[in-house]
């Protein structure tokens, strides 16, 4: 019984598709079962590339955990399977990592077991070898899709017709999206930045999906199959599965139609294979009729980006929150170690290096309250809108049905804008928060730049404080370590003020019922988030935290600064204390001895006003 259920399993794969049931019966004999829990590890970077995988049932995620951020790439399914190269490569270190993200049911396959199997049957191991090869093939050429005509990168088993509005288009049988996402992806090769760079985007657009499916079906739109489907469809897209099927450039004309469209062929045959029919057998589940019942692009594709942005802005949020305990840290660390404060880049008055860092943290802590009063207004949505906000082609109480279902599916508190037709036009949520995400930007360049400064010498330079040595700093200077992380944070400042730019045009560009412009506003804003959650992690991780003090510096700047004079006006007044402060500077003397040498304080009463201890609080 065990046997059959594995060659059924087998049946499905890719990798075995077309091998006779005896050959699957010989490897079914070497397979062994494993159940894996969710969360549970099915291998680690480290490990060794000794084994294949087949995916009886579950999800499986596959992620690179080796940089300062963990980074999902892709998830696997039923019926696939991981670790091919198994077969055509010696062991080596995987690299990558992977790990259930639901109860899984996994046929392994041992390196071992499977070569002596297929040592014995040529025509088996040169199947599977070819198949391998058309894979690796295939996804080596989709990591680079700037091809004039994409539908020559595919090598797969074949081609499925497709039609639409300008005719007939040859699609690989392989792929899950369908003409318009390939016409799409033929016409807008601009940036090289899809859809996959933003797994977010894709969750909330398979949010809006599901919730708009949920609502038709509640109307009597859909049948109970095909919501199944549909909904079942966007679970597993949310749950990370075939993003590399989302290729469309995020800057593109048509308003996002192209995105619109690439999410509504996916999810049709995605649905239509969980239906039990063939990729492209739009009659059973049509992207446009089924995926996109009651739907315009200018109300999915809006409020997709809205969903996206909040679960975007919560990860972003978090990463501010990592940073700021990293400030923190420093601020107790450094509580008791005396500077002198600057204005103007003049000595003003004494601090301590602590506070900095606690000012650092503080600075960084208002840009929470800020972020997250932005974010508020991406819960307002124009759902039912559909073209310009008249709701044509929508029954009337799908608007209302569907912002049920969409907080139900997000877990937020989605309300429905009370004028459709100006929420359809209106982008000012996304000027707002790139506003938002431009002041967290200046913030961040600002700390780096006094991070810089403090550092800087370390001979003939402030060096108060030690950044860690990340790297050689020339390729000509011996022994030099530039400031090179918080350098690359200014930069990304930089990129980030720029992006908001970009928003503030494209949202002043709008026409009308619609702004055309959304896809640049959105690519930018995400590009901005991003870069500031990588660029925070690399802040603290590879700079704060290893920051030391240079006490001794930053005590004897203090005693040698005329800015401890203005402890003194309160004693002896401004004009006196102006006198001292300028006698000291033209001869090179201290403000303590010449006040003893005028005889203007006692010595016991002159130490107790200028206590370093007593002149910060």
Known sequence: MENKSIIDCLKCAELFQGAADSDLAMLAEHATKQILRENDILFNGDDLSNTLYVIESGSIQLFDGRGNQEQSLTVFSDHEFIGETVLIAPPHKLGLSARALTEAHIFVFEREDLLTALSGNGSLALQITSTISQIIIRRMQHASNRYENISTMYQARGQRQEHDLLGHKSVPDTAYYGIQTLRALEN????????????????????VKKAAALANHDLGNLSDDIKNAICQACDEIVLGSLHNHFIVDMIQGGAGTSTNMNINEVVANRALEIMGKALGDYQYCHPNNHVNCSQSTNDAYPTAIKIALMDANDKLLSEIGTLIDCFNAKAKEFHTVL?????????????????????????????????????????????????????????????????????????????????????????????????????????????????????????????????????????????????????????????????????????????????VMEPVMVESVFESIEILKSGMSTLGKRCIMGISANKRVCEDNVKNSIGIVTALNPHLGYEMCTALAKEALENNRSVYDLVLEKQLMSKAKLEEVLSPDNMVY
């Open 339 to 515: 500077k002198m404060g600057r204005t103007q880049l003049q000595d003003a008055v004494p601090m301590t290096l602590g506070q900095s860092f606690k000012a650092f943290a503080s600075s960084l802590k208002n840009e929470i309250a800020r972020l997250k009063n932005s974010s508020k207004q991406f819960l307002e949505v124009n759902m039912g809108g559909t073209a310009i906000g008249t709701g044509l082609n929508a029954d009337p109480k799908y608007r209302e049905r569907v912002v049920v279902h969409l907080g139900t599916v997000t877990h937020r508190e989605i309300f429905l804008a009370d004028d459709l037709i100006e929420a359809t036009h209106d982008t000012g949520a996304l000027v707002m928060y790139s506003s938002a995400l431009k002041q967290l930007a200046v913030k961040l360049s600002k700390i780096c730049n006094d991070l810089r400064l403090l550092s800087s010498g370390p001979r003939a330079g402030l060096n108060e404080i030690n950044l860690p040595p990340m790297q050689p700093g020339s390729s000509i200077m011996p022994g030099k370590v530039n400031p090179v992380i918080p350098e690359v944070v200014n930069q990304i400042a930089f990129k980030v003020i720029g992006n908001d730019l970009t928003v503030t045009l494209a949202a002043e560009a709008g026409q009308l019922e619609l702004n």
């Open 188 to 207: 807008f090769d601009i940036s090289g930045i899809t859809l996959n760079f933003y797994p977010d985007f894709i969750c909330g657009l398979a949010k």
